[in-house]
């Protein structure tokens, strides 16, 4: 095959034009030109035919480094349907992202499977139209052209001429040239499956032209874009964690099976999307510690509580199977997650089942499948787990054998031969059974036209299968956390490594992509956790505990000399030193001072003291109480004073570069901030303000820019970006260009002049919610500060009266309204928020239904719906008024 390609592209002196071709990407073929703008290339393809599709796209290079390419996941198609190997000529226009590249996502135009080329023409020269149009076929629809000549039908809409789609949204209709007129005017339009028009394309009229071409050309039109009507959708839908669902079968915790169930209340209820929180493995302690979902050993294996045994074969010990259902409906029963019994008890039960039938089901093809396309982190991960499992400890450091990572040992260690077999296989028919379970309720949601959005985390934990095996992506001397926000005053420490972007970017960001790839087998949209960590991370000392003490990575610290020129005197020791005075220790500890000096601080001179060497850190004062200050009744108020102590500094000493400095996150709020005089005051405020605000504007955009374009185009999920904290101008700028969908939460607005923000004012490209799972739920804030909350019913919601204690329904109704109302793509609302709305089916205990508490880093997640899926899809009334609310808004 040979295809001759015509690009106009304007580069600068020294840059050049190359086009990879998919099967041939590592030997991208140069463009010539002539003039810097008309570029072109003839490629021969030996191993292509008529009838394969060839993709392609262009990308711009300066020597050896290629700086600019072609963003998205839609390619250049050409599908050469002619029988006579003749040449191809195709002429492009630079594609960056289409017009609306959501549309183009699996959330909206599913999958597309396997091409099924039309019969192939006879035709010596050919003319080849090439359309993108998203969502036709999931709307029953066909593309199809009807134009003034008799080859087009005439204007007749009964003698249109439909397209093939040869590719997802991609659609391709090829004429014989001989048949056409030299130039004619035509339209597109839709047909339905009785071949009738839906609907005329908008506009002038088009114009085909057709070039003077020699017989046994086959010539390829600029492929174009076109939209229909529906190209604004709008969606409603649920947020819910796995393991709060509660069905009638389950066993004591939710499971792959009852996302099936929810799908069927969506469904009942008008509702297209189904959000969850992160499955993952988890398994660190073997305790309720580990409910913790962002804290995983594997960015693959799903967690086992996860495995519907409705789904296993029962038990051959009738007995056995029946002492075991007991326990599992006195689980069931429960209130919420009893993380510890529940995972010991699904694990003895999968222990049992794998002994009796696991052993066959590994010797099916089906398994075997799954291994060969699974086994780079399946073998790994299973090894991970016996190990932890035989040592006590997921730390993998402290190992006695494999502690560094061979991958032949593994290998050994994983073979059938092993004496680890046993053990190994058992954690492959987990995951095996797991990934089986989620693909059934993935593959359901499709069927049913519901968006399965999934969550990838931000971080890892250290002690993972990721962090055993690839540690040179990681850096293991820090941790990742956030900045001071509404939900921590303190920041957050998560603990996590944070990333090596230098080594991530040698080999192309595989990890990343490889981990994208996965989700998209199960997810047709994710929400990318704390995207801000792409412009860059919170970086935490490893002695810190609080997040107070970080500082951005990367970043531009600045020196002492840089410092001077905001007005301020940079004093090292007074600055970079926990100021401790008697006035600080009385107003922290009162009465209690005396003994914080003996125990902490040493006398330093006047009426100033300095931390004693060994407790210079936090971790060191945490190991202190953890030990010693365990019986001491104010143990907790008494730690977190020495904290402050310790953060009490003006700036951070960058990590990597001695003698340069950050201002310390949210010094104001510091006792040596008041020390200032305010000339010191005002100057500080201002380098604060350039350094946090202003600084790193185009610093982290081109951070950002660096990653996430190829991320987001390496699986074709729908991009949702988490974008709450400490956001910096320059993250809208780049969501907005790649096209990623916000997080727009009324209680925390992106204007920090505005106390509430606007629904009204939502960006289209975003997604609404009430509150997320670090937030209270709305009833819960409603009652959290009265003040406020009179402001928003005043204010917000413009309702008069007095002001109720707690969230009747009929204004959480009106919450509700509002935010499907707004303009944005998605309105995403948590569970509880959905019930609020029934003052007789909601939840009694308002506290109960909060998820997390961003702020108790040992919080439990254990949430469970009160009722069952079950009961809530005999709601009538309840699900009625859900479908009005969101048939009213026009989420459909």
Not at 341 to 351: A, G, T
Not at 825 to 847: F, G, S, V, Y
């Amino acid at each position: 095959m040979v295809i001759h390609l015509q690009l106009d592209y304007l580069t600068q002196w020294g840059e050049y034009i190359a086009v990879e071709i998919d099967g041939y990407a590592n030997n991208p073929v140069v463009l010539s030109t002539e003039d810097g703008l008309h570029w072109e290339t003839t490629v021969k393809l030996p191993h292509r035919h008529a009838g394969q599709l060839v993709t392609y796209r262009y990308s711009v290079w300066r020597g050896e480094q290629r700086i600019r390419q072609e963003r998205g996941a839609q390619r250049h198609i050409i599908h050469a349907q002619s029988q006579v190997e003749s040449a191809y000529f195709a002429i492009d226009n630079w594609r960056d992202l289409p017009q609306h590249n959501a549309l183009f996502s699996l959330a909206f135009s599913g999958d597309f499977g396997d091409v099924h080329p039309a019969s192939a023409s006879l035709a010596k020269s050919t003319y080849t139209l090439r359309v993108l149009c998203p969502t036709l076929r999931q709307q029953g629809l066909k593309l199809a052209i009807v134009g003034e000549s008799k080859a087009l039908g005439a204007w007749n809409p009964a003698e249109a001429i439909i397209f093939e789609e040869i590719s997802a949204n991609h659609w391709q209709l090829t004429l014989d040239t001989k048949q056409l007129e030299p130039s004619s005017d035509y339209k597109l339009v839709t047909l339905n499956s009785q071949g009738k028009v839906v609907e005329w394309e908008g506009g002038q009229n088009r114009q085909l032209i057709i070039p003077s071409l020699d017989e046994g050309v086959h010539f390829f039109a600029p492929e174009v874009e076109v939209y229909f009507a529906n190209i604004h959708p709008r969606v409603a839908g649920t947020a819910v964690p796995v393991f709060s669902l509660r069905s009638e079968g389950s066993q004591g915790v939710g499971d792959f099976g009852d996302l099936k169930h929810m799908v069927d209340w969506a469904v009942a209820t008008k509702q297209k999307a189904l959000q969850i929180l992160p499955i993952n493995d988890t398994t660190i302690t073997g305790t309720w510690v580990d409910s913790y979902p962002y804290n995983s050993i594997s960015i693959y294996a799903f967690h086992p509580m996860y495995v519907d045994l409705r789904e296993v074969p029962n038990l051959k010990n009738a007995q056995q199977q029946a002492q075991f259902d007991k326990e599992f409906r006195e689980l069931n029963a429960l209130p919420q997650v009893d993380y510890d019994r529940v995972n010991k008890l699904k694990r003895d039960y999968l222990l049992l089942s794998f002994r009796e039938s696991g052993k066959q089901l590994l010797e099916s093809k089906e398994f075997k499948a799954f291994l060969d396309n699974n086994s780079h982190w399946l073998r790994p991960y299973a090894a991970f787990s016996y190990l932890r499992d035989k040592y006590g400890t997921p730390d993998f450091s402290k190992w006695p054998e494999h502690s560094t990572y061979d991958k032949t040992a593994i290998e050994k260690l994983c073979a059938q031969e092993s004496k680890a077999w046993e053990v190994v296989a058992y954690y492959y028919y987990i995951q095996y059974l797991l990934h089986i379970q989620l693909l059934a309720a993935s593959d359901y949601a499709r069927s049913k036209g519901v968006m399965f959005k999934g969550d990838i985390p931000i971080g890892i934990s250290r002690n993972s299968v990721e962090a055993w095996i690839e540690p040179y992506y990681f850096n293991m001397n820090g941790q990742a956390g956030a900045p001071p926000d509404a939900f921590s005053a303190n920041g957050q420490n998560w603990g996590f490594p944070t990333y090596n972007w230098e080594v991530m970017k040698q080999d192309g960001y595989q990890w990343w992509k490889r981990r994208f790839a996965k989700m998209a087998e199960y997810f047709t949209a994710y929400r990318i956790d704390h995207i801000l960590g792409f412009f860059r991370i919170w970086e935490i000392p490893s002695h810190s505990v609080q997040g107070l003490l970080g500082q951005f990575s990367p970043a531009l610290p600045m020196s002492p000399e840089e410092i001077g020129t905001f007005g301020l005197y940079f004093q090292k020791d007074f600055m970079t030193s926990p100021f401790i005075c008697e006035e600080i220790l009385y107003r922290i500890f009162g009465d209690q001072n005396e003994w914080v000096k003996q125990t902490f601080l040493v006398h330093s001179h006047y009426d100033v003291w300095s931390l004693r060497p060994e407790f210079s850190t936090q971790r060191a004062v945490e190991a202190y109480f953890n030990k010693e200050g365990k019986s001491m009744p104010n143990a907790e108020a008494l730690k977190n004073g020495v904290f402050s102590l310790i953060n009490n500094v003006l700036f951070v000493e960058d990590h990597k570069q001695r003698g340069m400095y950050h201002p310390r996150i949210a010094a104001q709020q510091c006792f040596i901030y008041e020390r200032l005089q305010q000339h010191e005051k005002d100057a500080f405020n201002s380098l604060y303000n350039h350094y946090f605000y202003e600084r790193h504007n185009q610093f982290w955009y081109d951070c950002a820019m660096e990653k996430l374009p190829e991320l987001c185009e390496a699986a074709p999920m729908l991009p949702c970006g988490e974008d709450l904290g400490m956001v910096p101008d320059c993250v809208p700028w780049v969501m907005n260009e790649l096209q990623l969908l916000s997080l727009e939460i009324e209680r925390m607005p992106k204007d920090p002049k505005h106390e509430f923000g606007h629904v009204e004012w939502y960006p289209e490209r975003s997604v609404c919610t009430i509150g997320t799972h670090d937030m209270a739920t709305f009833r819960g804030w409603w009652r959290e500060d009265y003040s406020q909350t009179c402001r928003y019913y005043y204010d917000t919601l413009h309702f008069g009266g007095e002001v109720p204690g707690d969230a009747p329904g009929w204004v959480c109704e009106e919450v509700v309204r509002r935010h499907l109302n707004c303009p944005s793509m998605l309105t995403i609302l948590a569970l509880q928020d959905w019930l609020a709305i029934d003052e007789q089916l909601r939840h009694p205990d308002i506290e109960s239904e909060r998820i997390n508490v961003p702020a108790n880093p040992r919080h439990y997640w254990r949430y469970r719906m009160h009722l069952s899926i079950e009961s809530l899809l005999q709601q009538t009334a309840f699900n009625q008024r859900v479908t009005a609310l969101v048939e009213q808004s026009g989420r459909q």
